[in-house]
Protein backbone atom coordinates (compact mmCIF):
# COMPACT_ATOMS: atom_id res chain seq x y z
CA UNK A 1 0.00 0.00 0.00
CA UNK A 2 1.23 3.55 -0.52
CA UNK A 3 2.59 5.72 2.24
CA UNK A 4 -0.46 7.36 3.97
CA UNK A 5 -0.13 10.67 5.17
CA UNK A 6 -2.34 12.88 7.16
CA UNK A 7 -5.31 13.40 4.96
CA UNK A 8 -5.28 10.06 3.58
CA UNK A 9 -7.91 8.64 5.48
CA UNK A 10 -11.34 8.41 5.37
CA UNK A 11 -13.59 10.73 6.78
CA UNK A 12 -17.15 8.91 8.41
CA UNK A 13 -20.72 8.77 5.92
CA UNK A 14 -21.71 12.73 7.68
CA UNK A 15 -18.58 14.81 6.60
CA UNK A 16 -17.03 16.83 9.62
CA UNK A 17 -17.58 20.28 8.08
CA UNK A 18 -21.34 19.22 8.51
CA UNK A 19 -20.85 18.06 12.41
CA UNK A 20 -19.48 21.33 12.73
CA UNK A 21 -21.82 23.46 11.66
CA UNK A 22 -24.22 21.47 13.67
CA UNK A 23 -21.86 21.89 16.74
CA UNK A 24 -22.28 25.72 16.24
CA UNK A 25 -25.67 25.39 16.47
CA UNK A 26 -24.84 23.68 19.94
CA UNK A 27 -25.01 20.09 19.03
CA UNK A 28 -23.32 18.30 22.03
CA UNK A 29 -23.75 14.90 20.02
CA UNK A 30 -22.35 16.55 16.73
CA UNK A 31 -18.90 17.66 19.01
CA UNK A 32 -18.80 14.31 20.72
CA UNK A 33 -18.68 12.66 17.01
CA UNK A 34 -16.13 14.71 15.93
CA UNK A 35 -13.75 14.14 18.41
CA UNK A 36 -14.45 10.44 17.96
CA UNK A 37 -13.63 10.83 14.61
CA UNK A 38 -10.60 12.14 14.80
CA UNK A 39 -9.12 9.47 17.19
CA UNK A 40 -10.42 6.71 15.00
CA UNK A 41 -8.60 8.39 11.66
CA UNK A 42 -5.55 8.75 14.17
CA UNK A 43 -5.81 5.62 14.63
CA UNK A 44 -6.15 4.63 11.44
CA UNK A 45 -2.85 6.34 10.71
CA UNK A 46 -1.02 4.00 12.98
CA UNK A 47 -1.51 1.09 11.24
CA UNK A 48 0.07 2.31 8.29
CA UNK A 49 1.79 -0.59 6.33
CA UNK A 50 0.58 -3.05 8.77
CA UNK A 51 -1.52 -5.96 6.71
CA UNK A 52 -4.80 -6.74 7.81
CA UNK A 53 -5.31 -9.36 10.46
CA UNK A 54 -8.65 -9.99 9.06
CA UNK A 55 -7.80 -11.07 5.49
CA UNK A 56 -8.04 -14.48 5.15
CA UNK A 57 -7.06 -16.76 2.64
CA UNK A 58 -8.34 -16.21 -0.90
CA UNK A 59 -12.01 -18.27 -0.43
CA UNK A 60 -15.65 -17.47 0.65
CA UNK A 61 -16.15 -13.85 2.40
CA UNK A 62 -17.70 -14.32 6.08
CA UNK A 63 -19.87 -11.53 7.54
CA UNK A 64 -18.68 -11.32 11.17
CA UNK A 65 -21.47 -8.53 13.04
CA UNK A 66 -19.82 -7.25 16.83
CA UNK A 67 -21.71 -5.24 19.25
CA UNK A 68 -19.61 -2.24 20.61
CA UNK A 69 -22.13 -1.62 23.42
CA UNK A 70 -22.01 2.01 22.90
CA UNK A 71 -18.16 1.81 23.60
CA UNK A 72 -15.61 2.44 21.00
CA UNK A 73 -14.28 -0.70 21.41
CA UNK A 74 -14.21 -2.45 17.91
CA UNK A 75 -14.84 -6.15 17.97
CA UNK A 76 -16.01 -6.06 21.26
CA UNK A 77 -18.63 -8.91 21.48
CA UNK A 78 -19.48 -11.05 18.82
CA UNK A 79 -23.27 -11.54 18.17
CA UNK A 80 -23.59 -12.62 14.78
CA UNK A 81 -21.39 -14.96 12.64
CA UNK A 82 -21.60 -16.44 9.02
CA UNK A 83 -24.80 -18.51 8.77
CA UNK A 84 -26.49 -17.51 12.10
CA UNK A 85 -29.65 -16.70 11.77
CA UNK A 86 -31.55 -13.21 12.70
CA UNK A 87 -31.13 -11.72 16.38
CA UNK A 88 -33.34 -9.24 18.31
CA UNK A 89 -31.40 -6.64 17.71
CA UNK A 90 -32.31 -5.22 14.21
CA UNK A 91 -28.83 -2.93 13.83
CA UNK A 92 -27.10 -6.20 13.87
CA UNK A 93 -29.66 -8.19 11.86
CA UNK A 94 -29.16 -4.44 9.27
CA UNK A 95 -25.53 -4.73 9.25
CA UNK A 96 -25.88 -8.47 8.27
CA UNK A 97 -28.33 -8.61 5.42
CA UNK A 98 -27.29 -5.17 4.16
CA UNK A 99 -23.32 -6.34 3.94
CA UNK A 100 -24.41 -9.28 2.46
CA UNK A 101 -26.60 -8.01 -0.18
CA UNK A 102 -24.04 -5.36 -1.25
CA UNK A 103 -21.77 -8.19 -1.14
CA UNK A 104 -23.90 -10.22 -3.63
CA UNK A 105 -24.11 -6.87 -5.79
CA UNK A 106 -20.39 -6.52 -6.43
CA UNK A 107 -20.12 -10.29 -6.95
CA UNK A 108 -23.23 -11.00 -9.30
CA UNK A 109 -22.84 -7.51 -11.06
CA UNK A 110 -19.33 -6.88 -10.90
CA UNK A 111 -17.00 -10.14 -10.66
CA UNK A 112 -15.52 -8.94 -7.44
CA UNK A 113 -14.61 -11.59 -4.36
CA UNK A 114 -15.95 -9.64 -1.53
CA UNK A 115 -14.77 -5.56 -0.77
CA UNK A 116 -10.94 -6.78 -1.38
CA UNK A 117 -11.26 -9.37 -4.53
CA UNK A 118 -9.90 -11.76 -2.42
CA UNK A 119 -12.92 -13.18 -0.29
CA UNK A 120 -12.11 -10.80 2.43
CA UNK A 121 -14.32 -10.86 5.94
CA UNK A 122 -16.29 -8.40 6.43
CA UNK A 123 -16.43 -7.03 9.94
CA UNK A 124 -19.16 -4.86 11.42
CA UNK A 125 -19.01 -3.03 14.38
CA UNK A 126 -23.10 -1.67 15.49
CA UNK A 127 -23.84 0.47 18.86
CA UNK A 128 -20.40 2.33 18.22
CA UNK A 129 -19.83 5.02 20.53
CA UNK A 130 -23.05 6.79 22.52
CA UNK A 131 -25.01 7.83 20.48
CA UNK A 132 -22.74 8.79 17.73
CA UNK A 133 -23.95 10.61 14.51
CA UNK A 134 -21.51 8.62 12.10
CA UNK A 135 -20.80 5.05 10.31
CA UNK A 136 -17.57 4.74 8.98
CA UNK A 137 -14.73 2.40 6.73
CA UNK A 138 -11.96 2.23 9.36
CA UNK A 139 -9.28 -0.19 10.70
CA UNK A 140 -10.33 -2.31 7.96
CA UNK A 141 -13.92 -2.64 9.23
CA UNK A 142 -17.39 -0.78 9.26
CA UNK A 143 -18.25 0.89 12.16
CA UNK A 144 -22.12 2.27 12.65
CA UNK A 145 -23.29 4.93 15.55
CA UNK A 146 -26.63 4.37 16.70
CA UNK A 147 -27.45 8.56 15.97
CA UNK A 148 -29.22 10.57 18.54
CA UNK A 149 -32.35 10.81 17.22
CA UNK A 150 -33.15 13.54 16.37
CA UNK A 151 -30.40 14.56 13.68
CA UNK A 152 -29.59 10.86 12.54
CA UNK A 153 -31.34 7.42 13.54
CA UNK A 154 -29.22 4.53 13.53
CA UNK A 155 -26.89 4.57 10.41
CA UNK A 156 -27.31 0.88 9.93
CA UNK A 157 -31.32 2.09 8.74
CA UNK A 158 -29.64 2.75 5.74
CA UNK A 159 -28.48 0.16 2.61
CA UNK A 160 -26.53 3.43 1.12
CA UNK A 161 -24.61 3.57 4.22
CA UNK A 162 -23.55 -0.04 4.85
CA UNK A 163 -22.90 -0.18 0.88
CA UNK A 164 -20.99 3.57 0.52
CA UNK A 165 -18.59 2.67 3.23
CA UNK A 166 -18.21 -1.18 2.06
CA UNK A 167 -17.06 0.60 -1.42
CA UNK A 168 -14.18 2.59 0.63
CA UNK A 169 -12.89 -0.57 0.86
CA UNK A 170 -12.90 -1.49 -2.64
CA UNK A 171 -11.31 1.55 -3.49
CA UNK A 172 -8.54 0.88 -1.06
CA UNK A 173 -7.81 -2.11 -2.21
CA UNK A 174 -8.24 -1.29 -5.60
CA UNK A 175 -6.67 2.02 -6.00
CA UNK A 176 -6.23 4.23 -3.44
CA UNK A 177 -7.37 7.52 -4.33
CA UNK A 178 -6.02 9.31 -1.37
CA UNK A 179 -8.71 11.35 0.50
CA UNK A 180 -8.10 14.89 -0.75
CA UNK A 181 -8.84 17.39 -3.14
CA UNK A 182 -10.12 15.19 -5.96
CA UNK A 183 -8.80 12.29 -5.72
CA UNK A 184 -10.57 12.62 -2.42
CA UNK A 185 -14.16 13.50 -4.32
CA UNK A 186 -13.52 11.07 -6.74
CA UNK A 187 -12.42 8.19 -3.73
CA UNK A 188 -16.31 9.61 -1.93
CA UNK A 189 -17.95 9.80 -5.82
CA UNK A 190 -17.48 6.17 -5.82
CA UNK A 191 -19.26 4.60 -2.49
CA UNK A 192 -22.36 7.22 -3.76
CA UNK A 193 -22.38 5.60 -6.67
CA UNK A 194 -21.66 1.99 -5.71
CA UNK A 195 -24.24 2.92 -2.44
CA UNK A 196 -26.64 4.15 -4.74
CA UNK A 197 -26.58 1.32 -7.41
CA UNK A 198 -27.31 -1.25 -4.10
CA UNK A 199 -29.95 0.63 -2.67
CA UNK A 200 -31.92 0.40 -6.32
CA UNK A 201 -30.62 -3.37 -6.57
CA UNK A 202 -32.50 -4.34 -3.27
CA UNK A 203 -35.47 -1.94 -3.33
CA UNK A 204 -36.16 -2.87 -7.31
CA UNK A 205 -35.58 0.45 -9.13
CA UNK A 206 -34.28 2.06 -12.15
CA UNK A 207 -32.19 4.96 -12.66
CA UNK A 208 -35.59 6.45 -13.69
CA UNK A 209 -37.70 5.56 -10.75
CA UNK A 210 -35.08 6.01 -7.69
CA UNK A 211 -34.77 9.24 -6.04
CA UNK A 212 -30.78 9.20 -5.72
CA UNK A 213 -30.70 10.42 -2.45
CA UNK A 214 -27.73 9.67 -0.38
CA UNK A 215 -28.58 8.99 3.53
CA UNK A 216 -32.74 9.84 3.54
CA UNK A 217 -33.23 6.59 5.83
CA UNK A 218 -30.68 8.03 8.34
CA UNK A 219 -31.99 11.41 9.20
CA UNK A 220 -33.62 12.51 12.16
CA UNK A 221 -36.85 14.54 12.19
CA UNK A 222 -34.53 17.49 13.19
CA UNK A 223 -32.22 17.08 10.28
CA UNK A 224 -32.95 20.50 8.26
CA UNK A 225 -33.65 18.60 5.09
CA UNK A 226 -34.52 15.26 3.37
CA UNK A 227 -31.21 13.31 3.02
CA UNK A 228 -27.66 14.24 3.18
CA UNK A 229 -26.81 14.23 -0.38
CA UNK A 230 -28.72 13.95 -3.74
CA UNK A 231 -26.85 12.91 -6.64
CA UNK A 232 -29.60 13.82 -8.86
CA UNK A 233 -30.04 17.33 -7.77
CA UNK A 234 -26.52 18.48 -5.81
CA UNK A 235 -26.81 21.05 -3.60
CA UNK A 236 -30.84 20.13 -2.36
CA UNK A 237 -30.87 17.69 0.08
CA UNK A 238 -30.71 20.21 2.42
CA UNK A 239 -30.15 23.65 4.18
CA UNK A 240 -26.52 22.03 5.10
CA UNK A 241 -25.91 20.46 1.48
CA UNK A 242 -23.70 22.67 -0.48
CA UNK A 243 -22.48 20.83 -3.33
CA UNK A 244 -22.37 21.87 -6.93
CA UNK A 245 -23.20 20.09 -9.73
CA UNK A 246 -21.07 22.28 -12.10
CA UNK A 247 -17.06 22.82 -12.88
CA UNK A 248 -18.29 26.82 -12.86
CA UNK A 249 -18.57 26.39 -9.41
CA UNK A 250 -15.52 24.85 -8.36
CA UNK A 251 -12.91 26.30 -5.99
CA UNK A 252 -9.67 24.47 -4.73
CA UNK A 253 -9.96 24.75 -0.69
CA UNK A 254 -7.46 23.98 1.84
CA UNK A 255 -6.82 20.84 3.52
CA UNK A 256 -7.99 21.99 6.48
CA UNK A 257 -11.47 22.43 5.35
CA UNK A 258 -13.48 19.17 4.40
CA UNK A 259 -10.22 17.40 3.03
CA UNK A 260 -10.23 20.14 0.44
CA UNK A 261 -13.59 19.93 -0.39
CA UNK A 262 -13.88 15.51 -1.10
CA UNK A 263 -17.83 16.08 0.27
CA UNK A 264 -18.49 18.88 -1.67
CA UNK A 265 -17.18 18.54 -4.84
CA UNK A 266 -18.36 14.62 -5.25
CA UNK A 267 -21.21 16.25 -6.30
CA UNK A 268 -19.89 17.24 -9.52
CA UNK A 269 -18.76 13.38 -10.83
CA UNK A 270 -22.03 12.18 -8.80
CA UNK A 271 -24.27 14.25 -11.56
CA UNK A 272 -22.21 12.77 -14.38
CA UNK A 273 -23.07 8.95 -12.95
CA UNK A 274 -26.85 10.22 -12.61
CA UNK A 275 -27.55 11.47 -16.31
CA UNK A 276 -24.83 8.43 -17.63
CA UNK A 277 -27.40 6.21 -15.36
CA UNK A 278 -30.50 7.87 -16.78
CA UNK A 279 -29.25 7.43 -20.71
CA UNK A 280 -28.12 3.31 -20.20
CA UNK A 281 -29.08 1.99 -16.91
CA UNK A 282 -27.63 2.03 -12.85
CA UNK A 283 -26.42 -1.35 -13.67
CA UNK A 284 -24.49 -0.77 -17.02
CA UNK A 285 -23.42 2.71 -15.80
CA UNK A 286 -22.17 1.08 -12.46
CA UNK A 287 -20.29 -1.48 -14.72
CA UNK A 288 -18.69 1.20 -16.64
CA UNK A 289 -17.37 2.67 -13.17
CA UNK A 290 -15.98 -0.27 -12.12
CA UNK A 291 -13.82 -1.27 -14.81
CA UNK A 292 -12.66 1.91 -15.52
CA UNK A 293 -11.58 2.41 -11.80
CA UNK A 294 -9.13 -0.63 -12.88
CA UNK A 295 -7.11 1.58 -15.06
CA UNK A 296 -4.37 2.52 -12.02
CA UNK A 297 -2.51 4.08 -14.90
CA UNK A 298 -4.69 6.79 -15.68
CA UNK A 299 -6.96 6.39 -12.41
CA UNK A 300 -3.92 6.89 -9.61
CA UNK A 301 -4.08 8.09 -5.91
CA UNK A 302 -3.57 11.38 -7.19
CA UNK A 303 -6.07 11.13 -10.24
CA UNK A 304 -8.21 14.03 -11.00
CA UNK A 305 -11.80 14.32 -12.19
CA UNK A 306 -10.58 15.05 -15.74
CA UNK A 307 -8.12 11.62 -15.39
CA UNK A 308 -11.21 9.90 -14.29
CA UNK A 309 -13.28 10.45 -16.90
CA UNK A 310 -10.71 9.83 -19.23
CA UNK A 311 -10.44 6.25 -17.86
CA UNK A 312 -14.31 5.90 -18.13
CA UNK A 313 -14.88 7.14 -21.60
CA UNK A 314 -11.54 4.82 -22.72
CA UNK A 315 -13.67 2.09 -20.56
CA UNK A 316 -16.76 2.59 -22.41
CA UNK A 317 -15.45 2.08 -25.68
CA UNK A 318 -13.98 -1.03 -24.49
CA UNK A 319 -17.04 -2.03 -23.12
CA UNK A 320 -18.96 -1.64 -26.22
CA UNK A 321 -16.38 -3.33 -28.49
CA UNK A 322 -16.71 -6.32 -26.09
CA UNK A 323 -20.42 -6.45 -26.43
CA UNK A 324 -20.90 -5.38 -22.30
CA UNK A 325 -23.06 -2.06 -23.33
CA UNK A 326 -24.76 -0.32 -25.69
CA UNK A 327 -23.54 1.68 -27.90
CA UNK A 328 -24.89 5.25 -26.58
CA UNK A 329 -22.53 4.85 -23.68
CA UNK A 330 -19.48 5.97 -24.69
CA UNK A 331 -21.92 9.42 -26.19
CA UNK A 332 -23.73 9.11 -22.87
CA UNK A 333 -20.51 9.93 -20.98
CA UNK A 334 -19.28 12.37 -23.02
CA UNK A 335 -23.06 14.23 -22.88
CA UNK A 336 -23.16 13.71 -18.74
CA UNK A 337 -19.41 15.41 -18.72
CA UNK A 338 -20.26 18.00 -20.91
CA UNK A 339 -23.07 19.33 -18.72
CA UNK A 340 -21.29 19.16 -15.73
CA UNK A 341 -18.59 20.79 -17.57
CA UNK A 342 -15.67 18.29 -17.20
CA UNK A 343 -13.31 17.89 -20.21
CA UNK A 344 -12.44 14.60 -21.29
CA UNK A 345 -9.10 14.05 -22.90
CA UNK A 346 -7.92 11.87 -25.34
CA UNK A 347 -4.71 9.76 -25.34
CA UNK A 348 -2.53 12.73 -27.02
CA UNK A 349 -4.69 15.37 -24.92
CA UNK A 350 -7.21 16.85 -27.10
CA UNK A 351 -10.74 17.08 -25.90
CA UNK A 352 -13.78 15.01 -26.91
Same mark, same amino acid.
Request: aromatic share 8%; glycine share 8%.
Given at each position: ? *? %? ?11 ? @? ?11 ? =? ?12 ? %? ?7 ? *? ?7 ? @? ?5 ? $???? %???? &? ?15 ? /? ?8 ? +????? #?????? *? ?8 ISNVHFGKNMLNAFWGQDQ? $? ?5 ? &???? #?? =? /? ?12 ? =? ?14 ? #?????? !??? $? ?11 ? =???? +? ?15 ? *? ?6 ? @? ?16 LSQDNGGVHKYSGIPNKVF ?20 ? /????IHPRATFVEAFRAIDLAAE ?8 ? &? %?? !????? /??? &?? !?????? @? ?6
Open positions: M *S %EQHEHDRKDGFVP @SYILEKLAERGNE =TAKETLIVTERIKK %EDLKKNEVE *SIIAGAVGQ @SKRLNYD $SETT %EEMQ &RKLVRNEGDGPVQDQSV /NNAYDFCGKT +LEYYR #NKLGLN *SIDGRGMNVL $SFGDGNG &RDFK #NF =T /NGIDVVAHECSHAV =TQFMNELIYERQSGAL #NEHFSD !VMG $SAVKQYVKGQTAQ =TADW +LIGDEIVGPEWPGIALR *SMKAPGTA @SELDDQPAHMNDYRELPFLTAQAIGTDPAALLWFTAWH /NREIQLVQQGKLP &R %EA !VEAVR /NAC &RE !VGIQIL @SPVGHER
